[in-house]
């Protein structure tokens, strides 16, 4: 590749976790960014404009929009702005309301898209994964099945069964755009965040899994720093650890499809780690057995990824710092 082409980075999963990753690589002209959003959201504001007007759901897409706008910080403002809940527009937010009201002006979600992009001065493309209505189904290791993204997110089921299968329903093919971003990429990016509820229902679309496999792409998958309640755990409320992470994205997009794992490696103060477990159940994720990994075929990049702050969040700088180091190994 030359030293001085631009290289294409393609971005999959969605909510907070596309929206830092975003936020980190915006700003680096030498990327072309393409942010894949999944379309199984179902919560809040956005689940209501589904069933009052019949479109995609504009959640994710919001964030995707806001994290790669050139006026990031007005558009910020604006979009996530939220309805007092006495109001007559009830709680909703206005990047939602304006992505619904652009596509009814235009004709369809993808030209509303186009032009809501347009108009905020979007850095890149934001493209959903799929075209076609869908929501999120998984199944409980006692064969429970529980519908729709909403009631996974927030464990509206037996907690004391862990997940063991997702799948969509009915089952979508992927939007062409989608593909040809994933076609084209150098650099494929599978983000942190709600594993379930928002990275794998991307690759559940009938489509990607197979144009990711088939891809000369370097696909690198970032863990998460912490694990998330019921989401992410394992039978006898184990919580997941690096492998079990790993473990689902290769079930969903093939074994040997990896190139590289990213995990977090700096420091989190023992006083911090136990108050995210008092109040939110959560624990850092980690690796704690390293002959796990011997014989596989990506490799692990162990890195301080840390906001230096007392809130366990990804830094921004140094999550970028990650992607230039994979970006000049591909120039070379």
Same mark, same amino acid.
């Given at each position: 590749?030359?030293?001085?082409?631009?290289?294409?980075?393609?971005?999959?999963?969605?909510?907070?976790?596309?929206?830092?990753?975003?936020?980190?690589?915006?700003?680096?002209?030498?990327?072309?960014?393409?942010?894949?959003?999944?379309?199984?959201?179902?919560?809040?504001?956005?689940?209501?404009?589904?069933?009052?007007?019949?479109?995609?759901?504009?959640?994710?897409?919001?964030?995707?929009?806001?994290?790669?706008?050139?006026?990031? /910080?007005?558009?910020?403002?604006?979009?996530?702005?939220?309805?007092?809940?006495?109001?007559?527009?009830n709680?909703?937010?206005?990047?939602?309301?304006? @992505?619904?009201?652009?596509?009814?002006?235009?004709?369809?979600?993808?030209?509303?898209?186009?032009?809501?992009?347009?108009?905020?001065?979007v850095?890149?493309?934001?493209?959903?994964?799929?075209?076609?209505?869908?929501?999120?189904?998984?199944?409980?290791?006692?064969?429970?099945?529980?519908?729709?993204?909403?009631?996974? /997110?927030?464990?509206?089921?037996?907690?004391?069964?862990?997940?063991?299968?997702?799948?969509?329903?009915?089952w979508?093919?992927?939007?062409?755009?989608?593909?040809?971003?994933?076609?084209?990429? /150098?650099?494929?990016?599978?983000?942190?965040?709600?594993?379930?509820?928002?990275?794998?229902?991307?690759?559940?679309?009938?489509?990607?899994?197979?144009?990711?496999?088939?891809?000369?792409?370097?696909?690198?998958?970032?863990?998460?720093?912490?694990?998330?309640?019921?989401?992410s755990?394992?039978?006898?409320?184990?919580?997941?650890?690096?492998?079990?992470?790993?473990?689902?994205?290769?079930?969903?997009?093939?074994?040997?499809?990896? /190139?590289?794992?990213?995990?977090?490696?700096?420091?989190?103060p023992?006083n911090?780690?136990?108050?995210?477990?008092?109040?939110?159940?959560?624990?850092?994720?980690?690796?704690?057995?390293?002959?796990?990994f011997?014989?596989?075929?990506?490799?692990?990049?162990?890195?301080?990824?840390?906001?230096?702050?007392?809130?366990?969040?990804h830094?921004?700088?140094?999550?970028?710092?990650?992607?230039?180091?994979?970006?000049?190994? @591909?120039?070379?």
């Amino acid at each position: 590749m030359s030293s001085d082409k631009k290289i294409n980075i393609t971005v999959l999963g969605g909510w907070k976790g596309s929206y830092s990753m975003l936020s980190a690589i915006r700003d680096n002209d030498a990327y072309n960014i393409s942010s894949i959003v999944s379309m199984s959201d179902s919560g809040g504001s956005t689940g209501v404009l589904r069933k009052e007007f019949d479109i995609l759901p504009p959640g994710d897409i919001r964030r995707a929009v806001i994290a790669l706008s050139r006026e990031h /910080d007005l558009v910020k403002e604006l979009f996530e702005y939220r309805y007092d809940k006495d109001t007559s527009v009830n709680g909703h937010v206005i990047g939602n309301l304006l @992505i619904t009201a652009m596509s009814h002006v235009t004709g369809s979600f993808e030209k509303g898209l186009k032009q809501i992009c347009k108009l905020f001065k979007v850095k890149g493309r934001v493209i959903p994964v799929t075209l076609e209505k869908s929501d999120l189904e998984v199944t409980l290791e006692d064969g429970t099945k529980v519908f729709w993204e909403t009631n996974i /997110d927030e464990a509206n089921y037996d907690t004391s069964k862990c997940i063991v299968e997702a799948q969509l329903v009915p089952w979508v093919d992927a939007n062409p755009k989608a593909l040809r971003a994933i076609h084209k990429s /150098d650099i494929i990016v599978l983000t942190f965040g709600d594993i379930y509820t928002s990275l794998v229902p991307n690759l559940l679309v009938s489509g990607m899994a197979e144009a990711i496999c088939n891809s000369d792409a370097q696909v690198v998958y970032f863990t998460n720093l912490m694990t998330k309640k019921w989401e992410s755990t394992k039978g006898n409320h184990e919580h997941f650890e690096v492998i079990d992470f790993v473990e689902v994205i290769e079930k969903y997009l093939g074994k040997c499809m990896l /190139d590289y794992v990213v995990v977090n490696n700096g420091y989190i103060p023992d006083n911090i780690a136990e108050k995210y477990k008092k109040l939110e159940h959560k624990s850092p994720v980690k690796i704690k057995n390293i002959n796990e990994f011997h014989g596989k075929n990506y490799e692990i990049l162990e890195r301080d990824l840390l906001h230096e702050n007392d809130r366990v969040r990804h830094s921004y700088d140094k999550v970028a710092k990650v992607i230039a180091e994979i970006a000049e190994k @591909i120039k070379k």
